[in-house]
């Protein structure tokens, strides 16, 4: 399958409120990749946020890094992003660029120390993943940390199962054309698969997480019941979890912290 860029923008822009909605009220698939960003940047970073959306990932690690840069194919997204910038004072800290990850020529080689690209991109890019993923790694300075997410095959499989849907969880089985609940053409990805290719385009993989392990991939309204009580102890779970060995791949998405070497 050919990635289309004008396919993906026309979607997002079609789509941008429920965006920015999503990031705002935070899911876990939302969630998982936050708290391995807080883990590991550290305040030196100078940060690319890739497929940055409306922003919100940058707004928290501008709080604990010296620079964001927010890049993202998508104008009407953009629009939002920085309008939530702008409403938290960050517009100093944080420069919002619009691009694509195919093709990252307006940054210099080694400018990041830390590389974000969360959400499904690396998905959508189809058949110049490894070309985004060298596009990444090119704008990586030397041990440059590397945090990507990206739809996992065994996920959507059981997803489909779940509902009952044997014959279409059979074709993802079958690396069929995948449309996913976003309505746009993505790439599934297996755990293995995305180590591998991260490896052999010169990273060393420091964890690897599923997103989410036991809550609903987008679906909030059961977390906005539950009490303040019952969400800790629900992230509790979510993030003791997401990386054990066994959970691997059996969320929607699959998160990876890399090392540039
Ligand atoms: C699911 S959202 C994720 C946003 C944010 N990173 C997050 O995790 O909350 C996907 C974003 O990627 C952007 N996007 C998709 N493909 C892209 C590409 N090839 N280059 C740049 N941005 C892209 C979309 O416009 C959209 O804003």
Redesign the pocket.
């Given at each position: 399958m050919q990635y289309d860029?004008f396919a993906?923008?026309e979607r997002?822009e079609q789509i941008a409120d429920l965006?920015d909605k999503a990031?705002k009220e935070g899911s876990f698939r939302?969630l998982i990749?936050r708290y391995f960003i807080k883990k590991y940047i550290t305040r030196d970073d100078i940060v690319l946020?890739?497929?940055?959306?409306t922003g919100?990932?940058a707004i928290i690690m501008a709080l604990s890094c010296k620079s964001v840069t927010l890049?993202?194919?998508?104008p009407g997204?953009l629009d939002r992003a920085r309008t939530n910038i702008a409403l938290k004072g960050l517009t100093d800290k944080i420069r919002v660029v619009e691009?694509?990850?195919?093709d990252l020529a307006a940054f210099c080689d080694a400018t990041f120390s830390f590389i974000v690209c969360?959400?499904?991109?690396l998905s959508?890019?189809l058949d110049l993943r490894e070309r985004?993923i060298q596009e990444l790694l090119r704008v990586a300075k030397i041990g440059a940390t590397i945090i990507v997410?990206i739809q996992s095959k065994c996920g959507m499989i059981a997803s489909k199962i779940r509902k009952g849907l044997i014959k279409e969880a059979f074709e993802i089985h079958k690396n069929k054309p995948f449309t996913d609940g976003?309505g746009v053409r993505s790439h599934l990805y297996t755990v293995g698969e995305i180590a591998n290719l991260l490896r052999k385009l010169g990273c060393q993989i420091l964890e690897t997480a599923t997103s989410p392990v036991f809550a609903h991939t987008t679906d909030n309204s059961n977390i906005y019941r539950k009490n303040d009580e019952e969400l800790k102890l629900l992230e509790t779970l979510e993030y003791g979890y997401c990386a054990k060995q066994e959970l691997l791949g059996q969320g929607h998405h699959i998160v990876v912290v890399a090392r540039e070497m």
């Open positions: 860029p993906i923008r997002y965006e990031e939302v990749p946020d890739a497929a940055g959306g919100i990932n890049v993202d194919l998508a997204i691009g694509d990850i195919t969360v959400g499904a991109a959508y890019v985004a997410q976003m």
